[in-house]
Each structure stands twice: as structure tokens, then as C-alpha cells.
């Protein structure tokens, strides 16, 4: 069955410093991988994927991700964060696709947490 | 408007009352989906419609939750002698036709009180 975890409940970093959020996957056959970003009491607003192609996805708002194949791992970065990038983030990925194609398996979520 | 909207965005309700959620898509979206929120059980797939076909209900925890989709468009859902454990933040989401990359946009949700 697809599945992601995210290691890590909360990342706390500093205003302008890079940060990395965790994302690893299992999956059978080909990933498809997504990472969301949900504010409070909003709904999860997509940040990127990756579907094939080039290992570093960009992203919106600066994010990027970094999949890696060998390590099963898809983590979140951006190299400089600011305060306003502090929200819950969302690693996705999409069911199996004989049975489960149209759904997102979501991973349990990092809050990020960025000081001034 | 641009998003995906749903309403209410709030709703308390007494154990045992049906409910019902609405959501309206992003024009053009033929696949909408269900979710669900909670804290204990994350982010949860309830429901899936495409087009014309027969909805992927494989999600949904009991009979007493239903969804329907008329014209393609407007979805609402439906929990009928609602329980306190059902208590959570409902998420619809749509996307274009289903080709596997296409990302899903969500709306605000609604927050779902049982008392």
C-alpha cells in the first residue's frame, strides 16, 4: 500500500535560515508526490509535485523538493524561511494505481515553525 | 469565484441530526473528492467522483455517510444520525480529468461539531 511519513512533528528554524521538512514514501510502481501547505483554518494550498523528470522540483513561494529514488525520500526545502512560511506542511501521494489512482495518502503532517 | 467553496464553514449540531456539506467545484474540474481532518486520524480519502462514472466510495466509514454529485458539478455530503466522532474538518478538493499529475485544489473546509 502507499504510504509517506514525516518523521518530524514540528521543525523549528530561524528567519532567513534554509529549512527542510522530511518526506519518505513507499510505494509500488512509479510515485507521484505532492507537498501542501495548509494555513489555519484554510484548506491545503498545493505547493508542488513530482511525477517524472528532473530530481529538484520548484515549487511555489520559493519551496523546492529534492527527490531521491535511492533513499525513497522526497523532503521539503527553501533556503531562506520567513516568519510567514510558518503553517502545517503535507507530504502526498498518490494510491496505487489499480485500486486507489485518484487519491492522495497524505502523510501526517510537520507544523514549521519559523522565529523572527 | 476562483476556488473551490464549500459551506458552511462552521457547523454544531446535536448527536443524532443528519447534516448536510456542500461543495462547489472549480469550474471546468471534473473530478471532486471527499476528505476529512481530524486529530486522530490525519487527513482521510472519503469519496471520488469522475465525470460520468460510478463514485469511488471505498472511503467513507459507514453507511450513514453518502455523497452525491449532480450535473457534474455541485457535490453535497451527507451524514445521517450523526456521532461524536465524527467531529472533524470535511475537505472537498477538485482537479481536471484525472491523468494522476494533476494536483488537487483544496477549499477552507467545514468545521463539523457533534455536542
Known amino acids: 500500500a502507499q504510504s509517506v511519513a514525516q518523521p518530524e512533528d514540528q521543525v523549528n528554524v530561524a528567519e532567513g535560515n534554509p529549512l527542510t521538512v522530511k518526506c519518505t514514501y513507499s510505494v509500488s510502481g512509479n510515485p507521484y508526490l505532492f507537498w501542501y501547505v495548509q494555513y489555519p483554518n484554510r484548506g491545503l494550498q498545493f505547493l508542488l509535485k513530482?511525477?517524472?523528470?528532473?530530481?529538484l522540483v520548484k515549487g511555489s513561494y520559493g519551496f523546492e523538493a529534492e527527490f531521491n529514488k535511492s533513499q525513497t525520500s522526497f523532503h521539503l526545502k527553501k533556503p531562506s524561511a520567513l516568519v510567514s512560511d510558518s503553517a502545517l506542511y503535507f507530504c502526498?501521494?498518490?494510491?496505487?494505481?489499480?485500486?486507489?489512482?485518484?487519491?492522495?495518502?497524505f502523510g501526517t503532517g510537520t507544523r514549521l515553525l519559523v522565529s523572527p | 469565484g476562483a476556488g473551490v467553496s464549500q459551506s458552511p464553514s462552521n457547523k454544531v449540531t446535536e448527536k443524532g441530526k443528519d447534516v448536510e456539506l456542500r461543495c462547489d467545484p472549480i469550474?471546468?474540474?471534473?473530478?471532486l473528492y471527499w476528505y476529512r481532518q481530524s486529530l486522530g486520524q490525519g487527513l482521510e480519502f472519503l469519496i471520488y467522483?469522475?465525470?460520468?462514472?460510478?463514485?469511488?466510495k471505498s472511503g467513507l466509514p459507514s453507511d450513514r455517510f453518502s455523497a452525491e454529485r449532480t450535473g457534474g458539478s455541485v457535490s453535497t455530503l451527507t451524514i445521517q444520525r450523526t456521532q461524536q466522532e465524527d467531529s472533524a474538518v470535511y475537505l472537498c478538493a477538485s482537479s481536471l480529468a484525472n491523468g494522476g499529475n494533476q494536483p488537487q485544489h483544496f477549499g477552507d473546509g467545514t468545521r463539523l461539531s457533534i455536542l
Open positions: 467522483f469522475q465525470g460520468n462514472s460510478a463514485p469511488d
Open positions: 513530482y511525477i517524472t523528470g528532473d530530481n
Open positions: 502526498a501521494v498518490r494510491g496505487p494505481r489499480n485500486t486507489g489512482f485518484q487519491k492522495l495518502v
Open positions: 469550474s471546468g474540474h471534473t473530478a
